[in-house]
């Protein structure tokens, strides 16, 4: 099961977020809004994390434009069988917004 955790001041990313992947993933993907994650100077921030995957947080996405660069990632991310999508397939705003990329959860947290 992918989490991904997104601010609350990006009203309308969570918004397109909530719709497409609840159509198309939601038995694979928890959606979870957030008041804060420390990212108060940037626009928007959002975490993926999922059991034996890199956890990725990306800040200063656009909250409307970098919808559809976030999904498609999210996509790639949930149907990835490895650690990661590797760096040269995720699209340039995904590239550009990676703020950190943290070690795999473990199967049995």
Same mark, same amino acid.
């Given at each position: 099961?992918?989490?991904?955790?997104?601010?609350?001041?990006?009203?309308?990313?969570?918004?397109?977020?909530?719709?497409?992947?609840?159509?198309?993933?939601?038995?694979?993907?928890?959606?979870?809004?957030?008041?804060?994650?420390?990212?108060?100077?940037?626009?928007?921030?959002?975490?993926?994390?999922?059991?034996?995957?890199? #956890?990725?947080?990306?800040?200063?996405?656009?909250?409307?434009?970098?919808?559809?660069?976030?999904?498609?990632?999210?996509?790639?991310?949930?149907?990835?069988?490895?650690?990661?999508?590797?760096?040269?397939?995720?699209?340039? #705003?995904?590239?550009?917004?990676?703020?950190?990329?943290?070690?795999?959860?473990?199967?049995?947290?």
């Amino acid at each position: 099961m992918v989490r991904i955790s997104a601010t609350s001041k990006s009203p309308a990313l969570l918004k397109s977020l909530i719709h497409s992947l609840n159509n198309d993933w939601s038995d694979r993907v928890i959606i979870k809004p957030l008041s804060c994650m420390a990212a108060c100077r940037r626009s928007c921030a959002v975490t993926l994390a999922a059991n034996d995957k890199l #956890t990725f947080i990306f800040d200063r996405l656009s909250p409307v434009e970098s919808a559809p660069e976030l999904l498609e990632f999210i996509e790639q991310y949930v149907t990835m069988s490895q650690v990661k999508v590797p760096y040269r397939e995720r699209c340039r #705003t995904i590239q550009q917004a990676t703020s950190f990329i943290l070690p795999p959860l473990s199967s049995s947290s």
